[in-house]
């Protein structure tokens, strides 16, 4: 199973800042990874697959990059709604599926 | 566009079997991967398995023993079956749809996603 990692935890920032959210994969994921946006109470929403290609209708702050073991989410300046729960995933190697823990950007 | 839907029972006792149903509406439940993905209380998301619309499935090996995920194409439903259960099975369900991958295949990422129903295992 490849194990999913993410960090930091918790990300404090202040609207109008940029935000830098690290996955890493237990072995290589190739570009198959995706991130995901889940605020209180909703179900994940989509933002990058690919590693690094928007999904529709996400702003142009939403940055992925990355490849193999190693990834990166960049938001670019901190809107208000962007303040949430963020995950990785995997889908290279199943099964299983995997997603990462999580990490909180808060103000 | 395509929204998905789950129903079911919102509590279910001990030893029981959860059961959930997943309508998709806005599109055909064929050409896809249909998905169950779960969320305990406060915690991370964890893929419970996957049912291809030609009947074939797959499951996460932690759960394997006490799923059965199905479809039915002429309901454009799929099907949650979870045995056994226990107050550790107490979740948000989801149900999510992964495309195929051009090349291999194999199922993509998971988009959409449906709202979600809490499942509460107590006696």
């Known amino acids: 199973e490849i194990v999913m990692t993410q960090s930091p935890a918790t990300l404090s920032v202040s609207p109008g800042e940029r935000a830098t959210l690290s996955c890493r994969a237990s072995?290589?994921?190739?570009?198959?990874l995706a991130w995901y946006q889940q605020k209180p109470g909703q179900a994940p929403r989509l933002l990058i697959y690919g590693a690094s290609t928007r999904a529709t209708g996400i702003p142009a702050r939403f940055t992925g990059s990355g490849s193999g073991t190693e990834f990166t989410l960049t938001i670019s300046s901190l809107q208000s709604e962007d303040f949430a729960v963020y995950y990785c995933l995997q889908y290279n190697n199943w099964p299983p599926f995997t997603f990462g823990p999580g990490s909180k950007v808060d103000i | 566009q395509v929204q998905l839907q789950e129903s079911g029972p919102r509590l279910v006792k001990p030893s029981e079997t959860l059961s959930l149903t997943c309508t998709v509406s806005g599109g055909s439940i064929n050409n896809y991967f249909w998905n169950w993905i779960r969320q305990p209380p406060g915690k991370a998301l964890e893929w419970i398995g996957y049912i291809h619309y030609s009947g074939s499935a797959n499951y996460n090996p932690s759960l394997k023993s006490r799923v059965i995920i199905s479809v039915d194409t002429s309901k454009n439903q799929f099907s949650l079956k979870l045995n056994s259960v226990t107050a550790a099975d107490t979740a948000v369900y989801y149900c999510?749809?992964?495309?195929?991958?051009?090349?291999?295949?194999?199922?993509?990422?998971?988009?959409?996603w449906g709202q979600g129903s809490l499942v509460s295992v107590s006696s």
């Open positions: 072995q290589s994921v190739s570009s198959r």
């Open positions: 999510a749809r992964a495309d195929n991958d051009f090349w291999s295949g194999s199922p993509n990422w998971f988009d959409p």
